[in-house]
């Protein structure tokens, strides 16, 4: 099966099939003479699983160490706990900071009729607001992303002329 159609069978773009097997996630796959990629039974269902694995939440680096693992020869399912512990573990973080920051707004909320005047500077109920001290988290945040390499810029056309 070619690219196009197995990435249609599983509502993928092709680049997504490209960029799995170019970071590993998919084993290079056999080519016509022409050059088109031809796709197995069995990458689809590497691929099914792929996509199973990200729904439930695995980031594409949990998934070559499962894949990794199941390459070995392994059984990956203890360590697929072990990823599950964690995510369980961060979502129960989230949700104390969650409702922490639910608190916090509704305290905020209940007294925004008393800081409602005039004499402040933009809005009297946020100003006159003491936070509460909480851990350095600030809640409703992701974590950070890595910075994407910055794209080179173009050089400027040789033929371009400057005003003097």
Request: glycine residues 6%; charged residues 30%.
């Amino acid at each position: 099966m070619r690219i196009g159609e197995l990435a249609a069978e599983l509502g993928l773009n092709p680049k997504t099939l490209r960029y799995y097997e170019a970071i590993g996630l998919l084993p290079a796959p056999r080519r016509t003479p022409a050059g088109y990629r031809l796709y197995s039974d069995t990458d689809r269902e590497r691929l099914r699983f792929i996509l199973k694995a990200r729904a439930v939440g695995l980031t594409l680096e949990e998934i070559r160490e499962v894949l990794a693992v199941r390459g070995d020869g392994r059984r990956p399912c203890e360590h697929v706990l072990t990823l599950l512990d964690r995510k369980l573990a961060a979502v129960d973080e989230q949700l104390r900071a969650l409702a922490e920051f639910r608190a916090e707004l509704l305290t905020l909320r209940d007294t925004a009729a008393g800081a409602m005047s005039t004499d402040s500077c933009v809005c009297g109920i946020i100003e006159r607001h003491e936070p509460a001290q909480r851990d350095q988290t600030p809640p409703l945040t992701a974590a950070p992303r890595p910075a994407r390499p910055r794209r080179r810029e173009r050089p400027p056309a040789l033929d371009r002329q400057q005003p003097a």
